[in-house]
Nanobody
Framework: VQLQASGGGLVQAGGSLRLSCAAS????????MAWFRQAPGKEREFVAA????????YYTDSVKGRFTISRDNAKNTVYLQMNSLKPEDTAVYYC????????????WGQGTLVTVSS
């Protein structure tokens, strides 16, 4: 499956952004999906995952209550709604098709940069 993330940008602390990841190729609805991020000078980290049907989600502690992952299988798209953004959320965000639930990625898309100013 090929993945293309979009929706990043510059936002002030406390603001919101919604990232999208469009998939093409093999049946999108077969895959559990996830978002990861990589901040400058840091390793890539897991952010959120959603199962193939959309009825199960999983978040890293630092984004619980602020970020929401969702998907629309009819549109072959997974979303990450990010609210109450903090400067420490600044990173390149990547979507991925999971090889194993909830954090082992199999296929990566290109990233989209999110910058949160204080």
């Amino acid at each position: 499956v090929q993945l293309q993330a979009s929706g990043g940008g510059l936002v002030q602390a406390g603001g919101s952004l919604r990232l999208s990841c469009a998939a093409s190729g093999r049946a999108f609805s077969n895959y559990d999906m996830a978002w990861f991020r990589q901040a400058p000078g840091k390793e890539r980290e897991f952010v959120a995952a959603i199962n193939w049907s959309g009825d199960r989600t999983y978040y890293t502690d630092s984004v619980k209550g602020r970020f929401t992952i969702s998907r629309d299988n009819a549109k072959n798209t997974v979303y990450l709604q990010m609210n109450s953004l903090k400067p420490e959320d600044t990173a390149v965000y990547y979507c991925a098709a999971l090889r194993r639930w909830p954090e082992e990625a199999g296929s990566w898309g290109q990233g989209t940069l999110v910058t949160v100013s204080s």
